[in-house]
């Protein structure tokens, strides 16, 4: 496993482990899970922006939901 320095201000450090304790966690289990929550969060809207822009465009392509499950085998 890697580890990661960050700074920070001392009132940040103060909320950060305070946010930690209330959630049971260590300092660095609230940082990993709230990073990878971020990245995941900024992921999706991009994912759903796309689809939106191909939506209005018309580039969207769809297929019924039997083709769908047919490709699926289910």
């Known amino acids: 496993m890697s580890t990661i320095s960050l ?5 940040e ?5 305070s946010y930690a304790k209330i959630n049971n966690c260590s300092l660095s289990e609230i940082i990993r899970v ?3 929550e971020r990245i995941e969060e900024e992921y999706d809207l991009r994912v759903l922006s796309e689809y939106e822009n191909e ?20």
Do not use: S
């Not at 700074?7 to 009132?11: G, L, M, Y």
């Not at 450090?13 to 482990?17: S, V």
């Open 7 to 11: 700074r920070v201000p001392n009132e």
């Open 13 to 17: 450090l103060r909320i950060l482990k």
């Open 34 to 36: 709230t990073m990878l």
């Open 55 to 74: 939506k209005v465009t018309g580039q969207l392509k769809t297929k019924p939901i039997n083709e769908l499950w047919k490709e699926l085998n289910l």
